[in-house]
């Protein structure tokens, strides 16, 4: 084999970054004499259009099966050269480039060292080379369109931003409508809007407008297993029966009427009931009752109660025999808006919650503001009274060590607009807030945080330790805040209802989807980001983007926003018609020498490996494969093969490095 | 003690971070010993036992890998592999009575060039403190 030497001096003459240290004469004639080095030959600056031209015209004209650049790192110009060597007609893969710039001529003081090390590593360099297999890059198909998993506002958003730009999306939603969290809140902070109308425009875009992509939405669904890469995802879609199709119901309520079992319904505190057919929430769309099958007579007892079915005035619109379905999808990018949740105040056991029924959390006071809530609205103790006074006590169970480090970034907006809330709909209440640190950012909360605190009827109490505050309960059933403020006996103020502000916490929902998409999760539970600064909305897998509550406490703009990034990052990666490279360093099995033994298998990070049931034999899929050679290295038989970095290249090159 | 003794230290340098670390130290123009002698591989997963037996075989006096900081794998955590490999590597070698300082395992990132010059120093003076290492009992195995 003939092999091709260039030696780059950076410079001109032996002035050059490379050269001023390490003389090309001084290394030639020992790289000469190497076993199959066809010549060596001396340029100034190789990566520069000149340089690039002269090794194209020199390659032409001396066509040496191996090309060895010695020059500057790798992670510079491997690319470079490997153009310059198919422009050449030789396989980029044929090419060596030896780093004897960064890692020898700039770091080695004593320049007859730096001559030393820079031909050892040359002579490595040559004996890999020797060892290096042509490798065509295959160029693959993308599929253009995208799954959206989560119809908060962040998933709408991102549903919507990619529908528009004509992208096909699936938008897969656990719950049985859309709009995320704030669909069961009354009004939003920081401007007190309507937040069902804030998402009205949204979801009628989405739902009924006609945008050039279309939109496949599923509803009661999740994700179960996803395969593939950046522009070739396969996905599994469960979908739990709702018995009522969404296609067919008119939503005329009818069957609810009908319907003879009630059961509590949790979203309004267990204070009012739902039937076993019934809406998700009054006003949530799609307008399509659910049949819940933990209710239903049918299904809980065996009963042949048919009396939605005998009432509904549409065929077909009310399906029993409905059943759980997965269906396979092809995407090429994923975009994961699952929103987060709020932390488990009964944990903070000395702020009562639990104890006491008008111990409430800032979502159940959400329920108890909305005019679909429990009470119609209107703000009323467990027992029916008008509340006098009320506490708001922020950071319940947030910036505290024991339960969640961090302040979570809305809770204390969401105080003020309950406090506006509860003056507007109780004018008069006595709110006494229990402040620590009070954090409203941005150029709208202003206010809002006035309002909180400069109202007639507002008094506001900073404690400093999260054990300054107590919830207590005495025996008749009397609420009080118990205050410690460093002075004497802690303050104690009586009062009609507790607020308290809980800090969001990621809740199950990151982790399990974790284990299925393969997205790393952070110490805090949420979904960890690419760069948390620089990429918060790339996760670290290629193709798959996080956005909104799932990757870090925040309010609803923040959570839009984030979708419409995630989306944009989408549509840059994937552009219809435009094809994907595959870079061929992948791994490869030879089936003869493979045992079966499956040690491979959970090594790799990208589930490349399938080990097939008859012959036993396991294979790599180079679309999946990311090169890392982890399983190259586990395989106990040697069977399997890392393109460009084999057994044979590898200790060719350690031995080459160690002798002269 | 053997002053003169200079060793051969055999570096393999993951792409993504150590490698990156090394090239910094390059551009920063932080020097450090003439030692070691580098060799890239996409990841410190694909470091195979074989690779340091036989570098220890060749008659290098020290093997220095070094890879992503933990989470940082740009593979996700093949690291992790790697420093689980080099535990047992270790007992292999020392069964050879080749001493656990001459095969090093540490982090260093893209941004770590002062690191990546003071692992270098630290790991050349360990060695020349050592001397020479015996490869009798080693060359037989990696063959
Ligand atoms: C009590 C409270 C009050 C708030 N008040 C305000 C306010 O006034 N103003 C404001 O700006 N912000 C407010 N926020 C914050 C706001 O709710 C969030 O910013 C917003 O909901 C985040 O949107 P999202 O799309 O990221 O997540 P979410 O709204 O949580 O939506 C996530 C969606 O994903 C679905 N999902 C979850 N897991 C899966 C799965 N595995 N598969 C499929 N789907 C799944 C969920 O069912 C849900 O529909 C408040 C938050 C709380 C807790
Ligand atoms: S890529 Fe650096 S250790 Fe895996």
């Known amino acids: 084999m003939r092999v091709g ?18 003389d090309p004469g001084a290394v030639r004639g020992a790289v000469e004499s190497l076993p199959d080095v066809a010549y060596f030959e001396v340029v100034d600056f190789a990566c520069a259009d000149g340089g690039q031209a002269r090794i194209l015209e020199h390659l032409a004209a001396h066509r040496p099966d191996r090309v060895v650049i010695a020059a500057c790192s790798p992670r510079q110009h491997e690319d470079t050269f490997r153009r310059v060597c198919a422009q050449a007609g030789i396989n980029p893969y044929l090419m060596q480039l030896v780093n004897i710039r960064e890692h020898v001529a700039w770091v080695i003081e004593d320049p007859e060292r730096a001559v030393d090390k820079a031909i050892d590593q040359i002579r490595a360099g040559t004996a890999r080379v020797l060892h290096q297999e042509p490798l065509e890059a295959a160029e693959l198909d993308i599929c253009p369109d995208a799954l959206v998993i989560g119809a908060g506002p962040a998933g709408l958003k991102a549903a919507m931003t990619l529908a528009a730009a004509g992208r096909g999306v699936t938008l897969v939603e656990r719950g049985p409508i859309l709009g995320g969290l704030p669909v069961r809140f009354e009004e939003i902070f920081p401007t007190m809007e309507c937040a069902p109308c804030l998402l009205e425009p949204v979801l009628g875009e989405i739902l009924h407008g006609e945008l050039p992509g279309p939109i496949d939405i599923r509803l009661t669904s999740t994700v179960t297993a996803i395969k593939g890469f950046l522009g070739n995802f396969d996905v599994t879609i469960a979908t739990s029966p709702r018995h009522i199709s969404v296609d067919a119901c008119v939503g005329c309520g009818m069957c609810i009427e009908e319907c ?52 509904c005035p549409v065929p077909g619109a009310v399906l029993f025999d409905e059943v759980a379905t997965a269906t396979e999808k092809k995407v090429g990018a994923i975009v994961v808006a699952i929103g987060a949740t709020i932390y ?5 056991t000395r702020l009562g919650y639990g104890r006491h029924p008008d111990i409430v959390s800032s979502w159940d006071v959400e329920r108890l503001l909305a005019a679909n809530g429990p009470t119609g609205g209107e703000l009323l103790t467990a027992d029916g009274r008008k509340p006098r006074t009320i506490a708001i006590v922020h950071c319940a169970g947030s910036l505290d060590a024991d339960h969640v480090p961090y302040c979570s970034a ?105 284990g299925v998409l393969d997205v790393p999760t952070d110490a805090t539970g949420f979904f960890a980001e690419h760069n948390a600064r620089s990429d918060a909305t790339r996760s670290p897998v290629r193709g798959i983007f996080i956005a909104g509550t799932c990757q870090s406490p925040m309010d ?54 399938d080990v097939d049931g008859w012959t036993l034999k396991a294979s790599v899929n180079s679309v999946l494969c990311a090169g890392c050679g982890t399983c190259v290295a586990a395989c106990p038989s040697g069977a399997i093969a890392g393109h460009h970095f084999t057994d044979d290249a590898m200790h060719a090159e350690i031995e080459a490095v160690l002798h002269a | 003690m053997t002053g003169t003794f200079e060793p051969t230290i055999v570096g393999f340098l993951c792409n993504w971070c150590s490698y990156a670390g090394a090239d910094k130290a390059g551009a920063a123009g932080m020097p450090y010993p003439p030692n070691l002698r580098t060799i890239r591989v996409m990841c410190t997963g694909r470091i195979d036992a074989q690779f340091v037996l036989k570098a220890f075989a060749e008659g290098a006096d020290g093997v220095l890998i070094l890879g992503c900081h933990p989470g940082d794998c740009h593979y996700k955590e093949q690291n992790y592999r790697a420093l689980g490999r080099h535990r047992l590597l270790l007992r292999v070698l020392e069964q050879h009575g080749i001493e656990r300082q001459r095969c090093r395992f540490d982090f260093v990132s893209a941004a770590e060039a002062a690191e990546f010059a003071a692992v270098v120093g630290e790991m050349t003076a360990d060695i020349r403190q050592l001397g020479p290492v015996n490869l009798r009992a080693v060359g037989a195995d990696a063959q």
């Open chain 1, 556 to 609: 609803i703009q923040g959570a839009m926003t984030q979708g419409t990034a995630a989306a944009g990052h989408a549509l840059s990666e994937l552009v219809a018609g435009r094809t994907l490279r595959v870079d061929p360093a992948t791994a490869t099995v030879a089936p003869d020498r493979c045992s079966g033994c499956r040690t491979c298998v959970p090594v790799c990070p990208y589930q490349a490996i």
């Open chain 1, 410 to 514: 809305i809770c204390c907006q969401t105080a003020f607009k309950d406090a506006h809330l509860v003056e507007s709909k109780a004018p008069g209440t006595q709110i006494v807030s229990f402040t620590r640190t009070v954090v409203a950012p941005g150029k709208e909360a202003v206010d809002l945080y006035r309002h909180a605190f400069d109202g007639p009827h507002a008094v506001e109490r900073r404690y400093h330790h999260p054990g300054d505050v107590e919830v207590r309960v005495d025996a008749a059933g009397g609420l009080a805040v118990s205050h410690a403020t460093g002075a004497g006996e802690p303050e104690v103020t009586e009062v009609d209802m507790v607020l308290l502000l809980a800090p969001m916490v990621a809740g199950p929902g990151p982790r399990e989807l974790a």
């Open chain 1, 260 to 311: 003879p079992t009630s059961v509590p319904n949790a979203l309004n505190l267990n204070r009012t009931t739902r039937k076993a057919v019934d809406f998700e929430l009054f006003g949530g769309l799609p307008n399509v009752p659910v049949l819940d099958e933990a209710a239903c007579t049918r299904f809980t007892e065996g009963s042949d109660c048919t009396a939605c079915l005998d009432c």
């Open chain 1, 5 to 22: 030497v260039y030696f780059c001096r950076c410079g001109p003459g032996l002035d050059g970054q490379v050269s001023g240290k390490i």
């Open chain 1, 344 to 348: 488990d105040l009964s944990q903070v």
